[in-house]
């Protein structure tokens, strides 16, 4: 994949939703080599909605950057490489408000994006998110606040470092076939619990009836990100070519 290495951005505002999904659905979802990391049991699946700012290649002033809207659709996933098990994220479909990354994501900007409508209600600690795309909708109304909860971790800071160590993204490339990596870091990183007064995917709502139920939601705010094409090594790449043909 040739990428602007680098980008650079400002994350206003991460939404993270989490769904415990049943681990038989989940391996019809992930493609090999990959296969869904399991917690407490079960996979785990979800979608973000990000909204971000000052995007631009690292040489660029961040006064220059644009802006955006932008949601995935994740499951949490691992693969072995080297006599080691890695961990990351399969991102099944990305949606954008950006025009530069639906036109060159996947080419000039990490990742294959589609366009989507967007709208945003932020109150303080509340946040209403809806997205309306051609074959997707989701929406999500948070409050940032309240005692932490969910059947797969037992403290925030447990899930924390859970999504820290996914920094890793697999999805399809341009060609609909094989499986190109992204990287999401950040030098300061900080996740704040919240709790869920309405949530909607139609991508999980579509799956097997009880298979796919919300666990959490966390959410990050006004943090530097950075996004490359990792150094993934050459086994990563051999395997998910050979079982994308």
Same mark, same amino acid.
Do not use: K
């Given at each position: 994949? *040739?990428?602007?290495?680098?980008?650079?951005?400002? $994350?206003?505002?991460?939404?993270?939703?989490?769904?415990?999904?049943?681990?038989?659905?989940?391996?019809?979802? +992930?493609?090999?080599?990959?296969?869904?990391?399991?917690?407490?049991?079960?996979?785990?699946?979800?979608?973000? +909605?990000?909204?971000?700012?000052?995007?631009?290649?690292?040489?660029?002033?961040?006064?220059?950057? $644009?802006? !955006?809207?932008?949601?995935?659709?994740?499951?949490?996933?691992?693969?072995? #490489?080297?006599?080691?098990?890695?961990?990351?994220?399969?991102?099944?479909?990305?949606? !954008?408000?950006?025009?530069?990354?639906?036109?060159?994501?996947?080419?000039?900007?990490?990742?294959?994006?589609?366009?989507?409508?967007? *709208?945003?209600?932020?109150?303080?600690?509340?946040?209403?998110?809806?997205?309306?795309?051609?074959?997707?909708?989701?929406?999500?109304?948070?409050?940032?606040?309240?005692?932490?909860?969910?059947?797969?971790?037992? *403290?925030?800071?447990?899930?924390?470092?859970?999504?820290?160590?996914?920094?890793?993204?697999?999805?399809?490339?341009?060609?609909?076939?094989? $499986?190109?990596?992204?990287? $999401? #870091?950040?030098? *300061?990183?900080?996740?704040?619990?919240?709790?869920?007064?309405?949530?909607?995917?139609?991508?999980?709502?579509?799956?097997?009836?009880?298979?796919?139920?919300?666990?959490?939601?966390?959410?990050?705010?006004?943090?530097?990100?950075?996004?490359?094409?990792?150094?993934?090594?050459?086994?990563?790449?051999? /395997?998910?070519?050979?079982? /994308?043909?």
């Amino acid at each position: 994949m *040739t990428v602007v290495r680098g980008v650079r951005a400002h $994350l206003r505002r991460r939404l993270l939703v989490s769904y415990r999904i049943d681990p038989e659905v989940a391996r019809t979802i +992930v493609p090999a080599p990959l296969r869904p990391q399991l917690v407490a049991g079960q996979a785990l699946g979800g979608f973000c +909605v990000l909204g971000l700012e000052a995007i631009r290649p690292r040489w660029m002033p961040a006064t220059l950057g $644009l802006r !955006s809207e932008n949601a995935a659709h994740r499951m949490a996933v691992e693969w072995d #490489a080297n006599g080691a098990t890695h961990t990351g994220v399969y991102i099944l479909e990305r949606h !954008s408000t950006a025009w530069h990354a639906v036109l060159f994501g996947g080419r000039l900007f990490p990742g294959v994006h589609r366009r989507a409508r967007f *709208t945003a209600v932020e109150s303080g600690d509340r946040y209403a998110m809806t997205m309306d795309a051609e074959d997707e909708r989701l929406a999500a109304d948070v409050e940032v606040g309240g005692d932490w909860q969910s059947g797969l971790f037992s *403290t925030l800071e447990a899930a924390s470092e859970f999504y820290r160590s996914g920094r890793i993204g697999w999805s399809r490339g341009t060609d609909g076939i094989a $499986l190109e990596a992204v990287a $999401l #870091a950040a030098d *300061t990183w900080s996740v704040e619990p919240a709790r869920i007064h309405s949530v909607h995917s139609s991508f999980f709502e579509s799956l097997p009836a009880g298979s796919a139920v919300f666990d959490h939601v966390v959410v990050m705010r006004d943090l530097p990100i950075r996004m490359d094409a990792p150094q993934v090594s050459a086994l990563d790449r051999e /395997a998910a070519a050979s079982h /994308a043909r």
